[in-house]
């Protein structure tokens, strides 16, 4: 999730890199239907999830929960399942304080990497943002659920999802923050990717 002052624009990823995934600007950069996406053999996809601070008040399950958000929609079997350790997971999730030269609206931000020799997605950085500037405004019940959203907005990207134009998505990329369950759209787009479950 971005602020659309920040284009950072949204390009053919080139495979085997990591990929910024959803720091697109709707303003600038039409609505596109979604391709990559993971090969569903190999699922499911093993998430390291570090402790939560604190703060936060965010068990692992409570995580890998919200991850789950998606799985009704693309998948009859569990999505993730836990790693003990970060060598062994496909997705990696880490909790980051807003970088300095991050726009502060920044809620968190996911980066893919595609396989060059099959063209699947095979792998996901997820970044959680733990202090975002919309964190001031809200009761500690909505932070939860801010970093909930958070997450499954951000998964929705590990996915292959991209953003919504739709402004009750949880996949838009300045009101998904509201959402903890996907719209109509978002289930839409995961549907093209994986098929109906
Ligand atoms: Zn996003």
């Given at each position: 999730m971005i602020v659309p002052a920040i284009p950072l624009g949204y390009t053919t990823p080139p495979p085997g890199v990591g990929i910024p995934y959803g720091a697109t600007n709707p303003a600038t950069q039409p609505y596109t239907m979604p391709t990559l996406r993971w090969d569903?053999?190999?699922?499911p996809i093993t998430v390291y999830i570090p402790p939560a601070p604190p703060i936060l008040g965010l068990s692992q399950q409570d995580c890998v929960h919200a991850l789950n958000t998606w799985q009704a929609y693309c998948?009859?079997?569990?999505?993730v399942t836990l790693a003990d350790r970060p060598a062994q997971a496909a997705i990696q999730l880490q909790w980051h304080p807003?970088?300095?030269?991050?726009?502060?609206?920044?809620?968190g931000h996911t980066q893919i990497q595609v396989s060059?020799?099959?063209?699947?997605?095979?792998g996901a950085n997820l970044t959680i943002i733990?202090?975002?500037?919309i964190d001031q405004r809200l009761t500690i019940p909505q932070r939860q659920q801010r970093i909930r959203a958070t997450l499954g907005h951000e998964m929705g990207h590990a996915l292959g999802l991209r953003h919504s134009v739709d402004t009750q998505s949880l996949m838009h990329p300045q009101q998904g923050w509201r959402f903890t369950t996907p719209s109509a759209q978002d289930i839409l787009q995961c549907q093209r990717l994986y098929g109906h479950r």
């Open positions: 569903t053999a190999h699922w998948s009859s079997s569990p999505l807003l970088p300095p030269t991050a726009h502060p609206n920044m809620c060059a020799h099959t063209g699947h997605i095979v733990t202090n975002a500037a």
